[in-house]
């Protein structure tokens, strides 16, 4: 028994509205799709969907009181919400610099955490 | 200034007599211009004398010095309140050391009494003691004058200058009268090195020159003899020693050596007496001092020398007969003297100033009262005297107040730089000085003598060597060898309005166009702009060839701007006005208002986010109703959400990033409301920030309703039909506590209207030619200012072109155009950006233009045109409004090309 998704393809500003049918876990049919990256777009983000985390995390010292940061690499689209959850109630310490790592391997992904600016000390 | 200035009467003389007759002439419908030789008032005598209100008894009755006494020291409780002046009415002591001494007392007991001098007693020895305590053990007894007091006789004088200035009187400083203009026995003006001034009443309160300014005018009734007298005074840190003024039984020829406090707690003694040649002798002598030093401890025998800062002399102006010498010239109508003005003068000078206004009303003057008459003055809260939070609340109101800048006195750069700027300004070192106290104290200016200096120069505007001391030529400093110090405005190659990805690819574009000097100015605390706050990654895929947060991506920026030490940044700095002739006006937190001039400007103020009004949603006007780009900051920057139930309306790429993130914080946003039939966002931003999160968009919908009182509790959505009505039966609610607003973006181009900029009715932008150049030669323009991009990377190519082009106008080294083509705007387009071409010789390369469509199409022709000629054809897939089209035009094309270009989308057929 197959299912069947409607997908957006992203990569290109035609927008793509395609069907997937999937079956176990795989890719059995599709259609919608007029070039091959729609169609690779269409197959990872049917069986792996991965997005990039932002967020921010709180900076103590700084002359800011937020840190925005990112994900070294895309994670699993399903990890994200709890890893932004999570990432609230981390503390760093001013001065950081862009690409510093803030929390290495977040929720055991090989995907670490890294700061999106530099975030120099306050004075006073 | 060469003319001829007309007025009522003149006056001659800034002292404290001067001023005060300025002052109560100040009351009355008149113009009236006050003359001083100095560059400051409260030059001559009013400058160095003890600073005493004497009570009245020391004149012999009858005498004007008597009446005036009296008269002035009850006239200063009520300018006390009016003008805020500095005074303290401490009493006198006229101390008798023997029984010689002790008859004096009863001589001047009994002549305050002929005076009117209330409350004079004579004080037994005893009762001295605890007075007194530190008076010599052979006082036997003294007068008491409770009515006696201290002023500031800087303080008194300005009072009454800037009460007059503020009445509409004319002081002018760095005047002195060379000549007196008379006609037929009566005076008819004074000459000046700057011009004649004409006036039919001339009043001599030239102090101890009024003898020189009468004989002007032929007159040789004013004799005046200058008596100098010297002074020692001491550190404020010296426990004073006296609480009251302390005089010895009084001499013929002055009231003696004097111990007394000033009115900001210093102990002062003085003055000798002995008549000088010069009235321009203010030295003081060894011999002198010692006299003043000896005769100070007759009555305070234990005093420290110690504690000692400086030392002076004044001039007394001392009239033939000693009495004051005030009535009009027997030689000349018109002209009349307040002259003569001795101790007490300084009591005595509204008093004066009250006799000589009679005396002109006698002598013709008409004087009709006004009603709009000001007696109050502004008051100057000093930083020293105030508690904590007083000192917090003058931060607050200008922030100079945080740098100290006379750290003996705790004077801030506030207050010396009002002074500077005030109604009688300061212009000299003495000036702020004797008004701000800064060099008063133990350093005497040591520290902040040169950094007062700077300030002068740099609030008017003149090298250092132009700053003086006090008199016409006390300059200070002189320039050192070398190629000479300008004190005019700051100029660059190119300045950039924007410290926005914008602003910062322009700055290095410039400096790859070969300017030598960039100067980058930003209104908000840091570099980068709105990239800060846009925390997402999806940035730099065409710059860098890989996806950037909005922070990265301005940090690359950033850092490259930072390492060039040729580009200079300024932030919370706020350009307030461009002229044509590029000359920047700014005011920021560090430098104030200012101006710095350019060789050619970039616009790069980006663009604002509309309103609520702008759109015009009716309902209830509560808190948790923004527009989603100040949401952002407030979420991404500071930390705190809008709301925990939002609804979206827009669905820009703002909107939905917002609807995102406000998921990922914990909020539950109910919806994205679009009033098109098609969102406005990219489809990444639909798939992965709507669909991901099961955030509902609504298309063909509008909100018709916002509800709250506090806060928004809900908002009604309906679908609108074609023509965007709402359609009133499919009304629905949806109870959220926060409406984002995400309706579009509009470049802020206040500014460019002001240089006169010509914008572009359809992108709200300057209209540009392929440099970038706008209407206002050397004025260019790039990023959201001209027109709303939706990729970074497109703004920092085009700021780049910009920043080139800016270069190279400083440089004088912009082709010149041969001719000029529009770029038309055809069926199917929005607006093209440029909206013309130069054609310049050797052109080369392409030019990259940048469009929107007007309506999404699928499979359409873009094609460009000129003069019935093919520049450019090509399919697109599709075309969006919301995705900004870009296309490149061979220039060896447009070379022979003489008819408007015009660009076109069309549906395949």
Redesign the interface.
């Known amino acids: 028994m197959s299912v069947s998704r409607k997908l957006i393809c992203i990569i290109c500003p035609l927008g793509c509205v395609g069907d997937v049918s999937m079956r176990d876990g795989h890719v059995v049919q599709m259609h919608g799709y007029v070039c091959e990256r729609g169609k690779n777009y269409a197959v990872a983000e049917a069986t792996n969907p991965l997005r990039m985390l932002t967020t921010t995390v709180r900076v103590e010292g700084g002359t800011l009181p937020l840190l925005p940061v990112v994900s070294s690499a895309p994670l699993p689209k399903d990890s994200v919400a709890a890893c932004v959850c999570m990432l609230a109630d981390i503390v760093v310490s001013a001065p950081v610099r862009e690409g510093e790592i803030v929390y290495p391997k977040v929720m055991g992904l090989n995907v670490d955490i890294i700061a999106s600016r530099n975030l120099p000390a306050r004075a006073l | 200034m060469g003319g001829t200035l007309k007025t009522d009467v003149v006056i001659i003389g800034g002292g404290v007599v001067g001023t005060a007759i300025a002052r109560e002439l100040s009351r009355y419908n008149l113009k009236i211009v006050l003359l001083e030789r100095h560059p400051d008032l409260c030059m001559g005598t009013s400058r160095a004398n003890s600073g005493i209100l004497h009570a009245g008894y020391d004149a012999v009755a009858g005498t004007k010095k008597a009446t005036l006494n009296v008269r002035g020291n009850l006239l200063y409780r009520q300018l006390e309140s009016e003008l805020g002046i500095r005074l303290k009415w401490v009493g006198s002591l006229v101390v008798a050391l023997d029984h010689h001494g002790l008859a004096t007392l009863e001589e001047l007991l009994e002549r305050g009494k002929q005076n009117g001098v209330p409350k004079l007693e004579i004080v037994p020895q005893n009762l001295l003691r605890t007075m007194e305590p530190y008076l010599t053990p052979e006082a036997i007894a003294a007068l008491w004058a409770p009515t006696a007091g201290i002023v500031s006789p800087f303080d008194a004088t300005l009072a009454f200058a800037e009460s007059a200035v503020q009445n509409g009187a004319t002081v002018l400083l760095g005047y002195e009268v060379t000549e007196i203009l008379i006609k037929d026995g009566a005076v008819i003006g004074v000459t000046t090195k700057h011009g004649d001034i004409r006036a039919s009443y001339i009043v001599n309160a030239a102090g101890v020159h009024a003898g020189q300014v009468a004989a002007l005018a032929g007159d040789d009734s004013v004799s005046i003899t200058p008596r100098k007298g010297e002074y020692l005074l001491f550190d404020t840190s010296l426990e004073c020693a006296v609480k009251s003024v302390l005089f010895p039984t009084p001499t013929k020829l002055s009231k003696g050596i004097v111990v007394g406090p000033t009115v900001h707690g210093n102990l002062f003694i003085g003055p000798n007496a002995h008549n000088v040649n010069s009235p321009d002798d203010l030295s003081t002598t060894a011999s002198g001092l010692s006299e003043v030093i000896s005769g100070a401890r007759k009555l305070l025998p234990n005093i420290s020398l110690n504690s000692v800062i400086t030392q002076f002399a004044g001039l007394r102006a001392v009239a033939e007969h000693d009495d004051f010498v005030i009535g009009v010239s027997p030689v000349v109508r018109g002209l009349i003297h307040a002259s003569g003005i001795q101790s007490p003068g300084l009591t005595a000078a509204p008093a004066i100033a009250e006799v000589v206004t009679e005396i002109l009303r006698e002598a013709g003057l008409a004087l009709i009262p006004k009603t709009n008459f000001l007696p109050g003055r502004q008051q100057r809260p000093s930083f020293r005297e105030q508690d904590p939070l007083g000192r917090k609340r003058l931060f607050a109101q200008n922030p100079l107040h945080g740098r100290i800048i006379c750290r003996c006195e705790t004077v801030t750069e506030a207050e010396i730089v009002g002074e500077i700027h005030a109604l009688c300004p300061a212009h000299t070192l003495d000036g702020l000085k004797t008004r701000t106290r800064a060099g008063m104290g133990r350093c005497q200016g040591g520290f902040c003598g040169p950094r007062v200096s700077s300030l002068l120069a740099r609030e008017l505007d003149v090298p250092l060597n132009a700053i003086r001391k006090d008199k016409e030529e006390s300059f200070l400093y002189f320039p050192r060898r070398g190629a000479e110090l300008e004190a005019s405005p700051l100029h660059y190659d190119v300045v950039v309005i924007g410290g926005g990805p914008a602003g910062l690819a322009a700055g290095l574009g410039a400096r790859q166009g070969g300017a030598k000097r960039v100067l980058i100015i930003e209104r908000d605390?840091?570099l980068?702009g709105i990239l800060?706050q846009c925390?997402?990654?999806g940035f730099g895929l065409h710059r860098f060839s890989q996806?950037?947060?909005?922070?990265?991506y301005?940090?690359r920026y950033i850092d490259m701007v930072r390492a060039d030490p040729a580009i200079t940044v300024v932030l919370d700095t706020t350009v307030l006005k461009v002229t044509p002739d590029r000359r920047v006006s700014v005011s920021g937190s560090a430098h104030g208002p200012t101006t710095v001039t350019a060789g050619a400007v970039v616009l790069a103020m980006g663009c604002r986010e509309r309103t609520r009004g702008a759109i015009r949603i009716p309902g209830d006007r509560p808190a948790g109703v923004f527009t989603a780009g100040a949401a952002q900051r407030m979420v991404?920057?500071?930390?705190y959400l809008p709301g925990r139930r939002v609804v979206v309306l827009g669905s820009g790429d703002i909107g939905l990033i917002m609807a995102r993130r406000l998921?990922?914080?914990?909020a539950k946003v109910l919806g994205v409301v679009e009033i098109m039939p098609y969102s406005n966002g990219?489809?990444?931003n639909?798939?992965?920030c709507l669909?991901?999160f099961g955030v509902p968009l609504y298309l063909s919908h509008t909100i018709v309703d916002v509800r709250g009182n506090d806060r928004v509790t809900g908002v009604t959505v309906a679908r609108v039909d074609a023509n965007r009505i709402p359609l009133p039966d499919s009304e629905f609610h949806l109870d959220c506590d926060c409406l984002l607003l995400s309706v579009g973006l509009i470049p802020e181009n206040e500014l460019s209207r002001d240089t006169g900029v010509r914008l572009d009715p359809v992108t709200l932008g300057p209209v540009v030619d392929q440099y970038r150049h706008t209407s206002v030669p050397g004025v260019f323009a790039a990023g959201n200012v001209l027109h709303v991009h939706d990729l970074v990377d497109y703004v920092s190519d085009e700021s780049a072109i910009a920043g080139q082009s800016a270069a190279a106008f400083a440089a004088d080294r912009l082709p010149t155009a041969c001719a000029s083509l529009y770029v038309r705007a055809g069926d199917g387009v929005k607006a093209v950006v440029p909206q013309s071409v130069v054609i310049v010789p050797h052109m080369g390369g392409t030019i990259r233009f940048y469009m929107r469509a007007a309506i999404p199409l699928r499979r359409c022709i873009l094609s460009v045109t000129s003069g019935g000629r093919k520049l450019l054809m090509r399919k697109l897939?599709?075309a969006?409004p919301s995705?900004m089209i870009v296309f490149e035009i061979d220039t060896s094309a447009l070379e022979h090309a003489k008819d408007d270009i015009f660009v076109s989308l069309t549906e395949e057929a």
Request: proline share 6%; glycine share 12%.
């Open positions: 605390r840091e980068g800060n925390i997402h990654n996806e950037l947060t909005g922070p990265t301005a940090q991404n920057m500071e930390g998921t990922l914080e914990g990219l489809t990444r639909i798939v992965q669909e991901d897939p599709i969006k995705e």
